[in-house]
C-alpha cells in the first residue's frame, strides 16, 4: 500500500508525471531504511530495555499513522521522508517481541510461543494490508491510515503493562 499511497500522492504534485517511478523508489527507500530501524531497535533495547525501547518504537509508529495522511498532496521530499522515518520506527520493535518471547518463556517451551508469536505478527500484518484498499476506498487517503494507530498504541500500552510485571527484570539483563 505504501507505493501505491505515495504514487496517488505525488500525482497531485509537480512531479505527477514520474509519480509511479519516484512512489515505488521511496516505497523501496523505506523498506531498505528499515533495517536501521532493525539494527539500532535491538542495540538500543540492549542498552536502555526492551519495553523502553518498544514502547518508544510503537508510539513513534502510531503518530507516524495519524499524521502522515496530513502530508498527502505535500512536498514529495517531505512525504517520502516522513514515510522512511515511518518505516524506520515501525521496525524497530519487531525483533524485540521476539528477544522477549525467548527471555520470558519457559525454555521447553520457547521454539513454540516464538512461532506463536511470528504468526501473530503476520496475521496481524495480513489482514491490515487486506483492510487498507476498503478503507481507502471509503474515506480516502488522508484518513486512510488512521486505523493503523490503533496497533502500536495498543502494543505500547501492553509492553508498558508488562514493564510493570516483576517478570520484566528477565528482559536485557535486568533493562525493562
Known amino acids: 500500500m505504501g507505493a501505491a499511497f505515495l504514487q496517488a500522492s505525488f500525482q497531485t504534485t509537480p512531479i505527477a508525471n514520474e509519480a509511479p517511478y519516484w512512489a515505488k523508489l521511496g516505497a523501496f527507500a523505506t523498506i531498505g531504511f528499515g533495517a536501521i530501524g532493525c539494527l539500532s531497535g535491538g542495540v538500543l533495547a540492549d542498552r536502555f530495555g ?19 495522511g ?31 518471547v525467548v527471555e520470558l518463556s519457559n525454555p521447553e517451551r520457547i521454539g513454540t510461543m516464538v512461532t506463536v508469536q511470528t504468526c501473530i505478527g503476520f496475521l496481524l500484518t495480513m489482514v491490515s494490508i487486506e483492510l487498507m484498499p476498503p478503507i481507502e ?3 480516502g487517503w488522508r484518513w486512510a491510515f488512521v486505523l493503523l494507530s490503533v496497533g502500536p498504541f ?4 501492553a509492553m508498558y503493562r508488562l514493564r510493570c510485571d516483576p517478570a520484566s527484570l528477565k528482559l536485557a539483563a535486568g533493562r525493562r
Open 50 to 68: 526492551r519495553t523502553s525501547l518498544t514502547i518508544g518504537a510503537m508510539l513513534s509508529s502510531g503518530s507516524c499513522a495519524l499524521l502522515v
Open 70 to 100: 496530513f502530508l498527502f498532496g505535500g512536498p514529495p521530499w517531505l512525504l517520502a521522508g516522513f514515510c522512511i522515518y515511518w518505516g524506520i520506527a515501525a521496525i524497530a520493535d519487531s525483533a524485540q517481541f521476539s528477544a522477549s
Open 137 to 139: 476506498a471509503t474515506v
Open 154 to 157: 495498543l502494543g505500547a500500552w
